[in-house]
């Protein structure tokens, strides 16, 4: 399998865009037998438009999402533009598949069923399953990872959740010319490929506070041991009187060891999003089970920098052992809370991936985005599994 990436920062005539990115391709790569286009842009950019076009232009399937930012592994860090990288080979098989708008029920169903149509569309068995998500309010993205999970017999799932400039109301995926406000995209990927994945969310070793989750529903925690969510975020602090308080807790991850939790594994971590000042309760962007551990830790702006590294470092180690296969791209699911966090350095993310990668030459490219969520395997289970986890805060990494 064989990659290349284009960089356009053009967001408006997207017949210039698309003639920029795909003549830059085709400059660089000859195509295989199957092919797929990814690609992530700024929120306001027209994706319907932009995937037409480019789908028109190559004749295989493009998807993406929209985001905040990009990183990549030439050009570095970009706010406003789009990035698109083609992979391709003879020995490997892409299938994609598009969920529509989802309903309110009947979305997991909806998701498997659209799972088994594209698998049945692939010869070779897939491999790694990437996913570019949607930002519902009530929907949990959980839930899509769990509905792919249960489809594919625990086949790896990566990718992320869309966003624009943190308003939260126009960030999309899409798929060719089709684009969606509550739209699950995603693409199977089989043959010769060799995933291998690496996440991280370094934080301050002190931790504030911890307990056991002793009453939730869904996302909503109301009991931590035998007080009131409030009441234990009470002990880290003032509780701020309003309702939403995802800023108030960017730099306050809460880290989770889930039920199934192994000894080994790395905790998910958890975003604070809303508080239900009458019930005493906190909603999270993420479902949060009972039996759950939780405690709050603190993240610093080097923790960003630690966490970056400690991921490429790790995924590269893991590249070496497949010492008979070449690696072709690494994606990047990287957190917006981190995004916000970086201040006036919003580039060091970039700048690190750029630096570990600097002597890999031009075969193995690196880009990604900034999103309300990251989707990656904590682990592999004995019997093959993935343990398929849907994190906040962190920097995750997929090579293939």
């Given at each position: 399998m064989k990659s290349a990436t284009a960089v356009t920062g053009e967001i408006d005539d997207l017949n210039i865009a698309a003639d920029e990115l795909t003549g830059d391709i085709r400059e660089?790569?000859?195509?295989?037998?199957?092919?797929?286009?990814?690609?992530?842009?700024?929120?306001?950019v027209d994706v319907a438009e932009l995937g037409r076009q480019l789908h028109t232009r190559?004749?295989?399937?493009?998807?993406?999402?929209?985001?905040?930012?990009?990183?990549?592994?030439?050009?570095?860090?970009?706010?406003?533009g789009i990035v698109m990288t083609v992979i391709t080979g003879d020995d490997v098989e892409f299938t994609v598949a598009e969920s529509g708008e989802l309903p309110e029920t009947g979305y997991r169903e909806l998701i498997g069923t659209k799972y088994s149509q594209s698998r049945s569309n692939l010869k070779a068995d897939p491999k790694v399953i990437f996913i570019f998500a949607p930002y519902i309010v009530n929907i949990t993205s959980e839930n899509y990872l769990e509905a792919l999970s249960e489809a594919s017999g625990g086949l790896p799932v990566f990718g992320g959740v869309a966003t624009d400039h943190y308003e939260?109301?126009?960030?999309?995926?899409?798929h060719n010319g089709n684009e969606f406000l509550r739209g699950v995209v995603f693409a199977l990927i089989g043959g010769n490929v060799k995933p291998v994945f690496s996440m991280e969310h370094n934080f301050s070793t002190t931790v504030e506070r911890r307990g056991i989750i002793t009453k939730s529903t869904d996302n909503m925690v109301e009991c931590v041991d035998d007080v009131t969510f409030k009441e234990f975020l009470s002990d880290f602090g003032?509780?701020?009187d309003e309702e939403s308080v995802i800023f108030h807790y960017q730099s306050t991850p809460f880290a989770i060891e889930l039920p199934d939790y192994e000894k080994g594994e790395q905790p998910v971590v958890r975003a604070l999003c809303t508080l239900d000042h009458g019930n005493r309760a906190g909603g999270f962007l993420s479902k949060m089970p009972e039996n759950?551990?939780?405690s709050i830790n603190v993240l610093y702006r080097d923790n960003l920098s630690q966490s970056c590294a400690a991921t490429l470092d790790r995924l590269t180690e893991k590249m070496r052992q497949n010492e008979n296969y070449e690696y072709s791209l690494i994606m990047v699911s990287t957190c917006n809370a981190r995004h916000l966090l970086m201040g006036d350095t919003k580039d060091?993310?970039?700048?690190?991936?750029?630096?570990?990668l600097a002597g890999t030459g031009e075969s193995l490219n690196a880009f990604g985005f900034y999103g309300f969520g990251e989707m990656c395997p904590t682990a592999v289970l004995p019997d093959g599994r993935a343990k398929n986890r849907f994190h906040n805060c962190s920097f995750a990494a997929c090579a293939i």
């Open positions: 660089k790569l000859s195509f295989g037998k199957s092919s797929l286009g990814i690609v992530f842009c700024d929120a306001d190559l004749g295989f399937d493009i998807v993406g999402l929209t985001t905040t930012a990009t990183i990549e592994k030439t050009s570095g860090y970009g706010d406003m939260l109301k126009y960030q999309k995926t899409f003032p509780v701020p759950s551990a939780i060091i993310e970039a700048k690190i991936l750029s630096e570990k």
